[in-house]
């Protein structure tokens, strides 16, 4: 199994959502993870983003540029 890198900061839950499905829908092997702690009720959330993605290596680029599209539509759906 290759080893995951960390891929990018999600900004909130809808992106992470959004960008799970995709890769799921895709067959992209990927993983979030979310900053949330509820020791400290989501404090580092707002410091750091929502949490983020890993994901091979060599699915780097392909992640990188699906995030992209989605956070364009999610900016553009705002307006």
């Known amino acids: 199994m290759e080893?995951?890198?960390?891929?990018?900061t999600l900004d909130?839950?809808?992106e992470a959502?959004?960008?799970?499905?995709?890769?799921n829908e895709?067959?992209?092997?990927?993983e979030m993870r979310s900053y949330y702690d509820t020791a400290?009720?989501?404090l580092?959330?707002?410091?750091?983003?929502?949490g983020f993605i890993s994901a091979p290596f060599a699915y780097y680029k392909?992640?990188?540029g699906i995030l992209s599209e989605v956070?364009?539509?999610?900016h553009s759906s705002s307006h």
């Not at 895709?26 to 990927?30: F, N």
């Not at 580092?44 to 929502?50: A, D, E, I, L, V």
Request: hydrophobic content about 40%; charged content about 25%.
């Open 3 to 8: 080893a995951y890198v960390k891929v990018a």
């Open 12 to 14: 909130n839950e809808i």
């Open 17 to 23: 959502q959004l960008l799970d499905s995709i890769l």
């Open 26 to 30: 895709r067959q992209i092997p990927h």
């Open 40 to 42: 400290y009720d989501g």
């Open 44 to 50: 580092f959330q707002t410091q750091k983003g929502w």
């Open 62 to 64: 392909e992640i990188l």
């Open 71 to 74: 956070r364009e539509g999610i």
